[in-house]
């Protein structure tokens, strides 16, 4: 009934009967894991993240339940919790394909059909805002084994190499991502950085139409520029967000103002 209930876009009721169910089997973690699902989808993150925490005290060594709990966690953020949960389950699929696969490597292997990606991609985005970028495309990469069409995982490779400096592939990533899924938004956002740093301002403009009005295109293109120490530039795309939206746009208001706090701090230094 809950699964029934759920499926019919019923979350309440299927709630409601998975409940019950553990009310009849209250040490089922499966039952326990499926709540914390549906409270995760629905953004209820400090039910689903007690409900994954009552379900690993069942199954402690569950590859599924700890990656789960740990991507949560990256998520909220709690980012100590986050590590500790998702080097446990990568380290507990990992010892589970090498037992498969017989092989003592200490290099990472290969993911299979049951490997936890969401896990490994999490993982990797904590190790790209330490700087440690090669390791987060190591782990992007076997991720992208198991998921080769993930417009996610790509746009998160492609970020990766842009945060290392390396516009060429991440833009091909982007690209990539792209093909995919040409509405996946990051990736025209992040498309619309690599042009922005490029100085192909024209470029820089379309990619971040696709998923914002031309107006705020040109603030956050200004916005971008403005960062980079470009002011002159962002002073132009400020002023053309403004003209394109002169009632409304407040945005680009305060941030041409922010600008002209800039750079008179810039000239009395």
Known sequence: MA??????????KAIYFYVKALELDPENPAILTRIAEIHRELGNLDIATKAYQDALLLKPDSIEITAA???????KPNINLAKEHLNK????????????AQSRSNMLQPL????????YNAYAILKDSKGEHLVAREYFFASLQQQ?????????LGYSFYLSGKLGPA????????????????????????YARKGQYPRAIQALKQVVSEADAYNDLGYILMLDGKFEEAEEMLNMAIKLSPKYF????????????EQADLANR
């Open 148 to 156: 080769p069409d993930d417009p996610l995982l790509l746009t998160n």
């Open 112 to 119: 299979d059909a049951e490997s936890p990606v969401a896990a």
């Open 250 to 261: 407040a945005k680009a208001h305060a941030n041409l103002e922010k600008l002209k706090l």
């Open 3 to 12: 699964e029934t209930r759920w499926h019919a876009g019923d979350a309440n």
């Open 69 to 75: 709990l740990g991507v949560l966690y990256a998520q």
């Open 171 to 194: 833009e091909r990533y982007f690209r990539q991502a792209l093909r995919y899924d040409n509405h996946f938004a990051r990736a025209w956002t992040n498309l619309g950085l690599i």
């Open 89 to 100: 389950a990568i380290a507990l699929d990992q010892a589970r394909i090498k037992g498969y």
